[in-house]
T-cell receptor, first 113, second 114 residues
Framework: DTGVSQNPRHKITKRGQNVTFRCDPI?????LYWYRQTLGQGPEFLTY????????KSRLLSDRFSAERPKGSFSTLEIQRTEQGDSAMYLC???????????FGPGTRLTVL | AQTVTQSQPEMSVQEAETVTLSCTYD???????LFWYKQPPSRQMILVIR??????QNATENRFSVNFQKAAKSFSLKISDSQLGDTAMYFC???????????FGTGTSLTVIP
């Protein structure tokens, strides 16, 4: 399967712990996006990469959130000192420069106890 | 900032009938993209249809079509011959032409009734 993959699919952590999620985009896609989706809501844009450059990060929710895409391929999203309000589905999507259509991964569901 | 509004939180339609989902948006951009995405229960988001703002012709994909009214900033989705597999959450989305920001509406939960 050559779609967008995300790992882990589920993560349960205790408040105050750090968590890291991984996204592997479709191989030829230059653009990579991270979103947060809470129950009953639409995805909320967090950040965007074009190749390895993080071109938009102003909408990361706080300084506890950071993302990287060091070699322009996979990306990681880290949340430090997790809070219960961070519980949500974290979605990754990728697109090519030619189509602008985003293809989504299955998401990582985070539960903070 | 851009906003996307979906005013119908829930809708239902009889199988084989036609249903229209509404979406309005607010932007000062002149060139942008609009999308409808489908999210079935416990499954991942998939693209239904996309529209480029500079194209006047409404996009169509099989049973799915849009009514794009740029001046009114309206982008509705029509589903013809509804099928049980169309039951899902539908999200309207806006993207700036440079692709650096993406905005989703709050979604419409569609149920197709057999």
């Amino acid at each position: 399967d050559t779609g967008v993959s995300q790992n882990p699919r589920h993560k349960i952590t205790k408040r105050g712990q750090n968590v890291t999620f991984r996204c592997d985009p479709i191989s030829e896609h230059n653009r990579l996006y991270w979103y947060r989706q809470t129950l009953g809501q639409g995805p909320e844009f967090l950040t965007y990469f074009q190749n390895e450059a993080q071109l938009e990060k102003s909408r990361l929710l706080s300084d506890r959130f950071s993302a990287e895409r060091p070699k322009g391929s996979f990306s990681t999203l880290e949340i430090q000192r997790t809070e219960q309000g961070d519980s949500a589905m974290y979605l990754c999507a990728s697109s090519s420069l030619q189509t602008d259509t985003q293809y989504f991964g299955p998401g990582t569901r985070l539960t903070v106890l | 900032a851009q906003t996307v509004t979906q005013s119908q939180p829930e809708m239902s339609v009889q199988e084989a009938e036609t249903v229209t989902l509404s979406c309005t948006y607010d932007t000062s951009e002149s060139n942008y993209y609009l999308f409808w995405y489908k999210q079935p229960p416990s499954r991942q988001m998939i693209l239904v249809i996309r529209q480029e703002a500079y194209k006047q012709q409404n996009a169509t994909e099989n049973r799915f079509s849009v009514n794009f009214q740029k001046a009114a900033k309206s982008f509705s989705l029509k589903i013809s011959d509804s099928q049980l597999g169309d039951t899902a959450m539908y999200f309207c989305a806006f993207m700036k032409h440079n692709g650096n920001q993406f905005y989703f509406g709050t979604g419409t939960s569609l149920t197709v009734i057999p």
